[in-house]
């Protein structure tokens, strides 16, 4: 044989087992190859009949070569789209010893608070920023995207409604909510009949049929509004009130525990998480404490081993899937936790001052943009703001094309609607890029751009938050958060917490399929790619060629493997998934006249169901045994 056609399958070299593995295996088994295997297990009427079309396989080198390819049709542009997703700065000390470690994101499902001690304490700092930032008294570990954790508030307060509320099915909801977030929501509203109403809460006079209200704060515009009193008449006939709130703003807003709510939701990926074309970005979900019992996802706690040491554990771990099943209220898969820990170590790595000090440049930023604006004659529809403006083109909406075009050929995406731009900074937002804006801005509006004057408001910049917004009580004063703020203090700090997990790196996995182990390395390379990760997901998708062209052929390749005629994407997680199907099926029957269809058979595949059903008069317990 030539050593030249000596092929170096990507196969051979990213799963462990060789052939002469695979062949003691089935020996193990009693059997003479994988085909004899599959006659056995696979009925012949189940299996397929047709050869499936798929790529020609590829070795690393040449896959990673191709993906480079394709990652160059996206275009990066400056995004100041906001509506929840926002250029951010990933420490490097993150980047290489988190998000690009496989002793982080190949560990094994924390069920095992044993093995999983380092990440369990990881999430814990997720779990305390997140209640220090918000106000709250209580916080799980994640959940999956901020739409995704603002329907689980909807359906907790659902559940938990008081006995003069018991026939109430209606959330109302601000029209100033993030679209991706309302659609979220209306989707899980609809299997329970809740009816969800949108509109202002100013004008909003709170009737007996609503069980909660949801707020965005601030403001999807921009606006930051000051909800005491619509939230004082919310809790006066017994309404829930959601705040899904900036993490990043929290530094310096008022709290939403500080002015009534009942749960706050929303996204970290301001900390430190690249976009990605929309994710996965970890969610936060913090509420009372009188809600503990109810509150979706898992939550961390402190515990005492054996040894009368600290120990971490999943606290009310009968929320999990893997106990009570269909009664369990959490399903995050450990991808997910991955995330979570990125942004808990952003909080650990900068502290509160210097969370603060980004916060205070941001909004400083988007002041000193204020001030460019209203020199160009154009009108800002905020009062208050943090980090978004909105310029009002409703007197002359052919000027919303000019600043389009003129913001395109700069390579920069702003937010357009019929009548209004928006405009929303970020951490990696400087004074030169608000230079580069206000150009862009004044020339639409047929100005010359005045360095003078730009460097003048730059240097008249003051605090313009007004005292009922602003916050003034401290955060993050546990010493986590105020100890490891050099980066050899933090990598020696996360290396510490990799060392108490269990990951692929140390040991073969028997359980956790959720996790991203089975992804090899040249899979995961692009990940951090720009061309990858600085992509908005409102992004014009001229922009986005590269990953549509990814996203058309994992459908295409999906739907011959299933011969399903169409695939969604949309789910980002295996729970998730059964989730949008168990919906698709429930649509279909609705369309044909069958919606009094409404029971899912889940059969139990236990050997030991007949002695479990005998012993304890229920049909889960032998998975619950197992």
Known sequence: ????????????????????????????????????????????????????????????????????????????FKSYIGMGYYPTKTPFVIQRNILENPGWYTQYTPYQAEISQGRLEALLNFQTMVIDLTGMDIANASLLDEGTSAAEAMLMFYHTRPASKKNANTIFVSENIFPQTLDVVKTRALP??????????????????????????????????????????????EVNTIVAADIMSLCLLKPPGEFGADAVVGSTQRFGVPMGFGGPHAAYFATKDKYKRSLPGRIIGVSVDNNGDKAYRMALQTREQHIRREKATSNICTAQVLLAVMAGMYAVYHGPERLKNIAVKIHYLTALLNKCIADAGYKQSNEFFFDTLEIDLSDDVSKIDALKNLALSSNINLRYSPETVGISISEADTIDSIKELAE????????NFDGKRFEFLAGEMKDILPHQIARTSKYLQHPIFNTHHSETQLL??????????????????????????????????????????????FAPLDQAAGYMEIINEISKDLSQITQFPAISLQPNSGAQGEYTGLMVIRQYHVKNGSSFRNVCLIPCICTRYKSCKRRHGRDESCCREQ
């Open 440 to 447: 862009v801005i004044l020339k639409s509006a047929g100005m």
């Open 492 to 537: 020696r700090y996360m290396k510490s917490l990799e060392n108490k997990d269990l990951s692929l790196t140390t040991s073969m996995i028997p359980l956790g399929s959720c996790t991203m182990k089975l992804n090899a390395t040249a899979e995961m390379i692009g990940v951090t790619w720009p061309e990858f990760s600085n992509i908005h997901p």
């Open 192 to 237: 329970l009949g809740i009816n969800v109403v949108v509109g202002d809460h100013r004008s909003l006079n709170i009737d007996d049929d609503v069980f909660a209200v949801l707020v965005q704060y601030p403001a999807g515009n921009g606006d930051v509004y000051d909800f005491r009193e619509f939230f004082e008449q919310a809790s006066s006939k």
């Open 1 to 76: 044989m030539s050593y030249i056609n000596i092929p170096d399958k990507f196969i051979d070299r990213h799963i462990g087992p060789n052939e002469a593995d695979t062949k003691e295996m089935l020996k193990v088994i009693g059997v003479e190859s994988i085909d004899e295997l599959i006659n056995l297990t696979i009925p012949e009427r189940i299996r397929l009949k047709n050869e499936i079309q798929l790529d020609v396989p590829v070795t690393e080198s040449e896959f990673v070569e191709g993906l480079r390819t394709i990652a160059a049709k996206n275009k990066i």
